[in-house]
């Protein structure tokens, strides 16, 4: 994150442009929360963590998105 001192902002770069979906899909997020709760119990690597997590709200938001083109 930097500090635009011009417009007295702070710019986020995005380091993965290419990802499919968004953290905050208010389509998605209901479903994670079970989802986030058995990792928090099952898994003690931060790093191991928010992959597994990625990989589900990936699948997640692929579901989502298949089901609405039915």
Known sequence: M???KETKTFIVEE???MKSWWSG????EPYMKKV?????FHVKDPDARTDI???AYEAV???IKDFDKL
Do not use: C
Request: cysteine-free.
């Open 2 to 4: 930097k500090f635009d």
């Open 15 to 17: 380091k993965d442009m």
């Open 25 to 28: 899909d208010p389509r998605v």
């Open 36 to 40: 986030s709760a058995r990792i928090d």
């Open 53 to 55: 997590y990625n990989r």
């Open 61 to 63: 938001y692929q579901a």
